[in-house]
């Protein structure tokens, strides 16, 4: 009867015993050295705070006047469409703000280095920062600590969060902005299994239809099932994926000089294809997380599609913009760390227009990829190899 309060009291001694208790504040120390205020000082605690909130108003202004202007622009078609206030909001508008933040973030990224670094500067308090004894490698701490921040947050949003919204906008767009989606495609032929080809003459992705289908099995590179249907409808109700309803279908097997035929009116079977594999949109790749993004990659270079070099550049593409977050701070912050005369005006010029460059060299290394055999992955980190020498050389040049 007195066990269970014998283990009570065995427990009790222990947890208060001296070498636990030497333990528990070995362990308190530890975290202690891992807590915030030990690892941020206060002159880091005053850069993080400096450099996000620049960077969440520099968003806040130029996205805002963004708004303006497209709203201006699109009017007339919003009036036109009848779209409703409530979809013009939260459909549009509302997916609209992430995805043009998150696509010019290195703009952001930069014009706060050089906006509130010029000013730190021309108040001389960097000159009192490196003559306190602070070198300019630890003053660059703090501003890749946030740069952490940013590029996680870039990251996340790139990979999970905005391909979803960009499902909306576009849907949106499609019926208020009278922005045509690409529903249709001809003369579709892929490998839907190991041996197994599909051929489809004529597709419509607004009712899931497909007319003029064959399907055709090898083994050995001998045909050996040939099945032919005049449409094919995938089955959206399904509790599975790759479900298709064939009408006026006909399955023709060969063995050797012997042919097994049989035929009916209508026909539910199972084939590894799905819609999406079937008809490319612009900007489709924009609409999958980083996950679907592999996943599809995978499955159409295992079918030997060629039509996968969009989907690689998009998935390397949101890991290099996560990279250029410290790669435009570096350059940003050795430029307008040294105090000169005319303020800060020159260095948001050189700002912007690096900024610019950088956007623009991104869209121009995909074009690469796409039209002229680039690999995706270098095509995709080309911008970040660049601005990395000029960032190296800006660095070589900063004040000591």
Not at 346 to 372: K, R
Request: net charge positive; aromatic share 14%.
């Amino acid at each position: 009867m007195n066990k269970p309060a014998e283990l009570f009291q065995s427990l009790k001694a222990r947890a208060t015993s001296p070498r636990t208790r030497h333990n528990l504040a070995q362990l308190r120390k530890i975290i202690g050295k891992f807590s915030p205020k030990r690892v941020l000082g206060l002159l880091d605690w005053y850069i993080v705070k400096k450099f996000i909130g620049t960077y969440v108003f520099a968003i806040l202004l130029i996205i805002s006047i963004a708004i303006v202007f497209d709203f201006n622009e699109n009017l007339s078609k919003f009036t036109q469409y009848h779209a409703p206030w409530r979809a013009i909001v939260f459909d549009y508008y509302a997916n609209f703000v992430p995805y043009y933040s998150n696509l010019f973030s290195p703009l952001f990224v930069f014009i706060a280095v050089i906006f509130f670094t010029s000013k730190l500067a021309g108040n001389s308090e960097i000159i009192s920062m490196l003559a306190a004894g602070v070198s300019f490698n630890r003053l660059m701490r703090p501003y890749m600590i946030s740069c952490v921040l940013i590029a996680g947050l870039t990251y996340y949003l790139n990979s999970f969060v905005i391909p979803h919204g960009t499902v909306i906008r576009q849907n949106f767009e499609s019926l208020y902005r009278n922005s045509k989606k690409n529903n249709t495609a001809e003369n579709v032929q892929l490998q839907v299994g190991k041996n197994t080809v599909a051929y489809i003459q004529n597709y419509d992705n607004t009712y899931k239809r497909g007319y003029g289908f064959s399907l055709d099995k090898f083994e050995n590179k001998k045909l050996v099932e040939h099945m032919t249907a005049t449409e094919i409808q995938y089955d959206t109700v399904a509790d599975a994926k790759f479900h298709w309803k064939a009408s006026n279908w006909k399955i023709r097997k060969l063995k050797g000089l012997k042919e097994h035929i049989t035929s009916g009116d209508n026909l539910d079977t199972l084939i590894l294809m799905e819609p999406t594999d079937l008809v490319y949109s612009k900007g489709l790749q924009e609409t999958f997380t980083s996950p679907e993004l592999l996943a599809y990659i995978s499955k159409q270079t295992s079918r030997g599609s060629g039509n996968v070099v969009q989907y690689e550049v998009e998935y390397h593409k949101r890991i290099a913009m996560s990279f250029s977050s410290f790669i435009l701070t570096v350059i940003g912050l050795s430029l307008s760390a040294r105090k000169r005369k005319g303020g800060m005006g020159l260095y948001l010029g050189i700002g912007l227009a690096l900024s610019f460059g950088y956007i623009l060299l991104q869209t121009i290394s995909s074009t690469f990829a796409i039209n002229a055999n680039t690999p995706a992955m270098l095509a995709a980190w080309i911008p970040n190899i660049v601005f990395a020498v000029i960032a190296y050389f800006c660095y070589k040049q900063a004040p000591n």
